[in-house]
């Protein structure tokens, strides 16, 4: 009986490594567009990726059929974060230097508005919805706050105050919390959206720049790169479970439907992909400062920027695992 059982422990233990070692990352492609890519977007249907680019005040639109820049246009000073409406009708931009949210037509690529929203707006999210976007004030070393703002009218609905240099943010499903990682303050704030308050804050590790939720949604993942690794919370018992090893300076992350996660390593020039136990599959090389990672709806693409390079990298996912 105990023979049996050990040899099962084996043999699913060589079927748990056989799963690892077939996922790859291929690089197929490398795309120039404009200087200091930053972040990225892609349309709802994931025909276009929309890359700010930070150094040339423009935003580079990518055919992801073709893996071509095909259009360049003006995304305002200094554009950062980006967003796109679930209808695909507007385009939402931050613009670091100017305290501004430029707001563009997703067809004609035309200024259509500019928000004026608080000081320096380093990124923004649309909720799942649409109807309301949120501005990650990252605030010059000073308390951030996070503006709240109505995309058909483009009219401010309120701010809420959270810790030092906010960075980025993630909206739940359903659209009733938004999660705010600070950077300056190493935390993460809940914020309770129909009420427009703080409802918890948990410390992380050092420097939070990302995050991601899980398939289900119960469990977030963010990167803190002044620690060099990946916090696990919990988001039904509200707490942080155990921080995982990655790479250094992870500075964005990503997770697909199977809970495979990945993670770009500013620092070493990488890309990472974990299993969902945090096991490592593969790292592969990116180029100088990569910035943000985003995977193509049918999760067979993850698209890299890649800040000195003025690149967009391009990696095939493919899974070789025999079906069992």
């Known amino acids: 009986m105990k023979t049996n059982q050990l040899t099962r422990m084996v043999l699913l233990l060589l ?167 600070c950077g300056g303050s190493n935390d993460l704030y809940i914020i309770d959206i129909s009420q427009r308050r703080v409802i918890e804050t948990l410390p992380v590790g050092q420097g939070p720049d990302a995050l991601a939720f899980s398939p289900d949604g119960n469990t977030l993942y963010i990167s803190n790169s002044g620690t060099h690794d990946v916090s696990i919370v919990d988001l039904i018992d509200l707490k942080e479970i155990r921080r995982e090893k990655v790479g250094s300076k992870p500075f964005s992350i990503a997770v697909n439907k199977d809970g495979f996660i990945f993670v770009v390593e500013s620092e070493d020039k990488t890309l990472s992909l974990f299993s969902p136990d945090f096991e490592k599959i593969t790292t592969v090389k990116v180029g100088d400062r990569p910035i943000d990672v985003k995977l193509s709806p049918d999760e067979r693409f993850a698209y890299v920027t890649v800040e000195q390079d003025n690149r967009v990298f391009v990696f095939e996912i493919t899974d070789d695992t025999p079906d069992r």
């Open 15 to 181: 079927i748990g490594l056989t799963s690892l070692s077939a996922v790859h990352l291929t690089q197929v492609k490398k795309i120039k567009v404009g200087n200091s890519p930053t972040y990225a977007a892609l349309s709802p249907d994931g025909r276009l990726l929309f890359v700010a680019n930070f150094a040339s005040d423009e935003i580079s639109v990518i055919d992801t059929a073709t893996l071509r820049t095909i259009k360049k246009f003006y995304g305002g000073h200094e554009p950062v974060g980006i967003a796109i409406t679930p209808d695909a009708d507007k385009i939402f931009v931050t613009n670091l230097a100017g305290g501004l949210i430029k707001v563009i037509d997703a067809k004609t690529y035309e200024v259509k508005d500019d928000i004026k929203v608080g000081d320096t707006p380093s990124n923004i999210t649309i909720s799942p919805r649409g109807g309301q976007a949120f501005v990650t004030n990252y605030g010059r070393g000073r308390i951030g706050r996070i503006d709240f703002i109505d995309t058909s009218t483009h009219r401010i609905l309120g701010e809420v105050e959270v810790g030092v240099r906010p960075l980025a943010s993630v909206v739940s499903e359903l659209g009733d919390r938004l999660y705010v990682v």
